[in-house]
């Protein structure tokens, strides 16, 4: 079955530096990448998504590429921010038959200090 | 307000009860979901309709049970309650032709003591 690897669980940073989150995947079909963020006792909502290789995505000074020669999606960041403390998840979703079945990764959290 | 609702927002009850939670969405999306949030924050789909239509159904205990009326309502109904049960429980949506890109409601948090 499909898979996703996030192998940062917890990543604390001062703020203004960058920051990279690490998502690889596995999936026997061509797949929609995603970056989902959670804040403290909010829902998950859409941060960025993509299914074209090699083309750079990018929101609100996050971006991301997905590399399908390395079934890899890592999100970046150059400078981060107090507000970008959260829990960051990497997720696909393959289509089957015209539906979707998203896969999570297990998160990862972010946490900036002053 | 085009989104996804859940009711109730909390919900405290004691094991062997049954419970109930709802979901509607606006948005005139053709497919719904639920999620089972831990405590560890591991989002773990449980099941998934198109159009009032199960497509997924993970493995989850058989006293979990969705129901869907229309395209814009899932519920999910938990017959005799268990304290692993304690979770939050996140219903979502998403559209045919967009990848899959969930809309997630804010969640039912559920305390079973």
């Known amino acids: 079955g499909d898979s996703v690897t996030q192998t940062e669980g917890l990543v604390t940073l001062t703020k203004g530096l960058p920051v990279m989150l690490n998502c690889t995947y596995q999936?026997?079909?061509?797949?929609?990448l995603f970056w989902y963020v959670q804040h403290l006792n909010e829902a998950p909502k859409l941060l960025l998504k993509s299914s074209t290789d090699n083309k750079r995505t990018e929101h609100q000074g996050f971006y991301a590429t997905l590399h399908k020669s390395s079934s890899s999606f890592h999100l970046q960041k150059s400078s981060v921010q107090l507000s970008d403390s959260a829990l960051y998840f990497c997720?696909?979703?393959?289509?089957?038959?015209?539906?979707?079945?998203?896969?999570f990764g297990k998160g990862t959290s972010l946490v900036v200090h002053p | 307000e085009t989104a996804v609702f859940q009711t109730p927002n909390y919900h405290v009850t004691q094991v062997g009860n049954e419970v109930s939670f709802n979901c509607k969405q606006t948005l005139g999306h053709d497919t719904m979901y639920w999620y089972k949030q831990d405590s560890k924050k591991l989002l773990k789909i449980m099941f998934s309709y198109n159009n009032k239509q199960l497509i997924v159904n993970e493995t989850v205990p058989r006293r979990f049970s969705p129901q869907s009326s229309d395209k814009a309502h899932l519920n999910l109904r938990i017959k005799s309650v268990e304290p692993e049960d304690s979770a939050v429980y996140l219903c979502?949506?998403?559209?045919?032709?967009?990848?899959?890109?969930?809309?997630f409601g804010p969640g039912t948090r559920l305390t079973v003591l």
């Open positions: 999936t026997t079909y061509s797949p929609f």
């Open positions: 979502a949506s998403s559209q045919r032709g967009t990848g899959g890109e969930q809309y």
């Open positions: 997720a696909l979703t393959q289509t089957s038959g015209g539906n979707y079945k998203p896969t």
